[in-house]
């Protein structure tokens, strides 16, 4: 009786084994769905620049105002007949 209990105790054992540990076992779903999980957040993050980058292509196209402020900006460009002035803190000694 103890031997077909055993039997039954090792069989219960080896079936349980790829629930848990195998290919399609819970460890690697709980993993696969982390991993699903980690990349919604990275899609959305992108998403969102998408949109951003989006709405910049858009207001170059359709406005001159987003063009000017771009020049004056990272170009350091000024109108005709306006006056730069560029104010630089003191040094801290």
Known sequence: MRLLILGIGLLLVLIQYPLWLGKGGWLRVWELERQLLVQARENEALRARNMR???EVQDLHEGTGAIEERARFELG???????????VPPASP
Do not use: K, S
């Open 53 to 55: 980058l989006a709405g």
């Open 77 to 87: 460009m000024v109108r005709a007949g306006e006056h730069f002035v560029q104010l």
